[in-house]
């Protein structure tokens, strides 16, 4: 979905008159982890916060859950929602547990990157017109049935398309209308249009990390309430 510029909200979480931090999620507090030895948790202080954390787990031996990196992270410039109620150009984040299909970039794949990864060229485009065949798709060419104007040149965004990963979300079975292109990728000026950003060095040391073997998952949600990342 398109980078956004909006500029992000505090992270600042009130308990009374004094300041007080979330607490971080880990794969123990999760309803469901996907099945596998890798999980990354995308947490927001709020529904409606632009920004919160983002951390990488992985299962080691006798099934003990170890935290190996966290970033600070982006969301929508307005806020997250439910996956399944999420609308298309909403701005929002959905919410929920998704596997990762694969990784892309302008730049080519960091040393060590074992996931599969698609390298961008200038007529590679994300498809987002939801009358196309395509839609939630790459597509390179442009389908002739997939209009530019409801779609994303990937070549356009150097900076939050330099490394990627596609994020599941309406992605095995697209329902148009509910949104297309939610990727974690590189941060950009501000929050993003859907997506979830990290600093790039982040997304390099995550890009080496990820191993396709393990079927990694990525879980996005909040806090607490309804999307909390608690209940997926």
């Known amino acids: 979905m398109r980078p956004g510029v909006v500029a992000l909200a505090s992270l600042l979480v009130l308990l009374g008159a004094v300041p007080a931090r979330a607490v971080e999620p880990s794969p123990l507090s999760l309803v469901d982890t996907g099945g596998g030895g890798q999980l990354i948790l995308a947490q927001a202080p709020r529904a409606n916060s632009t920004s919160g954390t983002l951390s990488w787990w992985e299962r080691r031996r006798g ?47 960091p040393g060590g990157t074992h996931v599969k990864y ?26 002739r049935d997939c209009r530019a104007s409801e779609s994303e040149r990937l070549i356009s965004y150097a900076t939050q398309y330099a490394y990627g990963v596609v994020i599941g979300y309406n992605y095995a079975k697209p329902v148009k209308g509910r949104g297309a292109g939610i990727f974690l990728h590189v941060n950009g000026r501000g929050a993003t249009a859907g997506c979830v950003s990290v600093p790039v060095d982040a997304m390099r040391r995550i890009l080496r990390w990820v191993d396709p073997g393990r079927a990694p998952h990525i879980a996005v949600g909040t806090v607490s309430g309804v999307t909390a990342i608690a209940r997926y």
């Open 63 to 109: 099934g003990k859950w170890v935290k190996v990196g966290s970033a600070i992270a982006r969301f929508g410039a307005k806020g997250l929602v439910e996956g399944r109620a999420r609308k298309q150009g909403s701005y929002t984040t959905p919410t929920g547990l998704y596997d990762l299909p694969y990784a892309f970039g302008i730049k080519g794949a």
């Open 118 to 143: 698609r390298r961008v060229h200038g007529s590679s485009w994300w498809c987002e017109d939801t009358r196309s065949r395509v839609y939630n798709r790459w597509s390179e060419p442009l389908a």
